[in-house]
């Protein structure tokens, strides 16, 4: 049999998975895999239920990558995913890139559909015994270091969940780090870009790029300063891949040794007090845990800078609103702005030629976006203790281009933007 693991990826196929895939099964050269099956609720084929881009259907193609749609809140369901395809060998390595990543969803559903989903699948990891249990977590924190006078934040800092979703996947993480015997890492993850992903910040970016240069309007941006540290998702695939070899090695109680972080009760008590695997904020928790983000501790207006010479447009800041902006309730300023964005956004798909074919792509944001935001984390511990290098150190307007490039080859993008 193949020296190499059968890996599953849980979820996940809306945020990193696809890029997992792509970097366990490259174009060019070896697999990294024996065999790899993704899972999750969407259909991907033969029509896509959601954007998977160009790319990812090709995967599927090459006999040892399978797609399986999949409830996962089914227990029953779970154990049958973990069940190796015919002549293979059984999942030894698992990334759990689960959970609802959408804003308003409220706390009953989260603890369902993010904290008790995942926990299920980790339970199941466990009993299996696979040798990596790698759980991708969004940068859903409040980062006091908004601006980088400050030192970024480091995995010890104990960051306070944002919103009601960011409350829950941190409370994901704690009910992975409770089952003792899952060799469990948790990879957290900066604000991601790369090409066939539209779960980014970036994504809004150019939209609004786009959208400023066909009203012939300078590109303005509310908190230029403050830190949105970027990840190129080529390093999100290669520092799970990495993350995964190593507490393979180690296993989770040298693991937690090595690079063990407090995984501390962050939620209110009420919420959790029958909810299943979580043992009360008593109890300490610890589970390896690293960040990535690249080298560029990159800015809102550092990013909208490289945006804006992409589509030579000048940029500014809202002096004059923010004035207006303190009497102004967010929802109220995202409304006015979203109505902006979204006519201009219908008018430049509508001249696309040739159209725009799938309609992945809103100009709408919510409310919350146009916030006082900030992600701010140090990778310096994965390059520590595991030596990773990073394969896109800084974001550049040339990687920019690449992802703009990409959605017009999906054919979602309005060739004119
Ligand atoms: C999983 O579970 C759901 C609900 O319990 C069920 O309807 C579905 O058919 C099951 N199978 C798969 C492959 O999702
Ligand atoms: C889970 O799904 C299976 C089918 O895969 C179904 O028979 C079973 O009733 C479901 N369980 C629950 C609790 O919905």
Redo the contacts with the bound molecule.
Sequence with gaps: MSSKPAVLICGGINTFSRAIAEFLVPDVGEPLVSYLRIVDKPSVAPTPSCYVGSKFPTLLETGIVEYKQT?LL????VT?VFDPAEGQAPFSIVFDCTGEILYDRKDDFQAVNTASLSYGIGLEAARRKVAAYVRLQQPYYECPAEKTDKPAHTEKDTLKPESVRGTWFHETLRLLAGIKDLNLAILRVGSVYGPHTLCAELTYCLILGAVYKKAEQEFRFLYPANRINTVHTDDVAAASWAVAQWIAKVGREEGNKIAGEDIYFAIDKELVKDLKGEPGPKEKLVAPFFNIVDDADATQGKIAEMVASIYGIKTGTYNLFLGTLAKLSLNDVASEANEQHTHTWHQLIQESDPPVTKGHVSAFMEPHLFGKRAVAYSAAKIKNVLGYTLRRPKITKEAIQEVLDSYKADGIWPNTA
């Design positions: 409830n089914n227990a029953s369901n049958k």
